[in-house]
């Protein structure tokens, strides 16, 4: 375990395990100032995911809208064709 603990993005001294609860001492991963960047990458990360997923997800919808319509529109004809014959 070590005593001393440094922020793992600048480097910057942020916690002494004996002038701290150990709790904290262990939870801790960043600064103050690093703290922020790093949740609003994280954040940026987590949006982009959504948007890729939500497209990803559109185009699919999409694409089996289009299946539908055609086979629809194969039903349609064929529904046609059918009471043509039995006129």
Known sequence: MKNLKFCEYCGKFISDI???DYFSHISIKY???????IRKEKTYA?????????KQKDK??????DLLREENELLRLRII???EEMI
């Open 46 to 54: 987590r949006v982009q995911a959504l948007r890729k997923r939500k």
């Open 60 to 65: 699919f919808r999409d694409e089996q809208l």
């Open 81 to 83: 064709q059918i009471r």
């Open 18 to 20: 004996n002038n701290n």
């Open 31 to 37: 600064c103050s100032l690093c703290s922020e960047k």
